[in-house]
Every structure is written in structure tokens, then in C-alpha cells.
């Protein structure tokens, strides 16, 4: 079992920057991969960026690249999206995901923060 706590989010204008964060606990050492999500009223939930254990970048939005930045601190057991140049559209609850082994060769076990909810206003 791993939990997840996002923190970070709340209110910004266009072009300016967030820091969010998520601590993971319970089983780490079974996490091969953590990553941001985000979801906006409306739309379907859809991956921001990724790294792996590792520590290597598996991949960034389109939408985000040049902007967000995905990093990690093991001794921390958290990791990190930096966004930066935000835009309205970047407007959404962003949920931490982590992933563990599943019972099948191949797939993957999910799991999710409780999400953090980043609005981009003037």
C-alpha cells in the first residue's frame, strides 16, 4: 500500500509559477514510477509528466513542455512539479500518482493523492 499528500497548489496569475509537492508513504520501495495527472471540469484526466524511479523523465504533456518540470527527492520519498509561465488552461485539480507492481506481468498498480486544485485567474 502507498499513500499520497499533495500540497502546493492554490491561486496564481498567467505567468507566474507553482511549486507542487507529494509525499509518499507505506510501501516506497515498491514504487517504480511517480507522476502528476491533472483533471479540469469537464475533461477527462490526462497525464502531465512522469519519472521513473530512477530518477529518469519518462515524459511531459505536450501543453507543458518548456514550462513544468518534474523532479524527485528519494531521501524525501516526494517528488516535485515545478510550473512555471502558467496559463488559464493549465487551470485544474492535480493529482500525484504512484505506481507499484500489479498481479499481472506488465501492468501496473495505481495509486492517488487526494489531488490539489491549481486555478490560473487574473
Known amino acids: 500500500q502507498v499513500q499520497l499528500v499533495e500540497s502546493g497548489g492554490g491561486l496564481v496569475q498567467p505567468g507566474g509559477s507553482l511549486r507542487l509537492s507529494c509525499a509518499a508513504s507505506?510501501?516506497?520501495?515498491?514504487?517504480?514510477?511517480m507522476g502528476w495527472y491533472r483533471q479540469a471540469p469537464g475533461k477527462q484526466r490526462e497525464l502531465v509528466a512522469a519519472?521513473?524511479?530512477?530518477?529518469?523523465?519518462?515524459n511531459y504533456a505536450d501543453s507543458v513542455k518548456g514550462r513544468f518540470t518534474i523532479s524527485r527527492d528519494n531521501a524525501k520519498n516526494t517528488v516535485y512539479l515545478q510550473m512555471s509561465s502558467l496559463k488559464p488552461e493549465d487551470t485544474a485539480v492535480y493529482y500525484c500518482?504512484?505506481?507499484?507492481?500489479?498481479?499481472?506481468?506488465?501492468?501496473?498498480?495505481?495509486?492517488w493523492g487526494q489531488g490539489t486544485q491549481v486555478t490560473v485567474s487574473s
Open positions: 500518482n504512484a505506481k507499484t507492481p500489479g498481479s499481472v506481468r506488465y501492468v501496473s498498480t495505481d495509486y
Open positions: 519519472i521513473t524511479s530512477g530518477g529518469g523523465i519518462i
Open positions: 507505506g510501501s516506497i520501495v515498491s514504487i517504480r514510477a
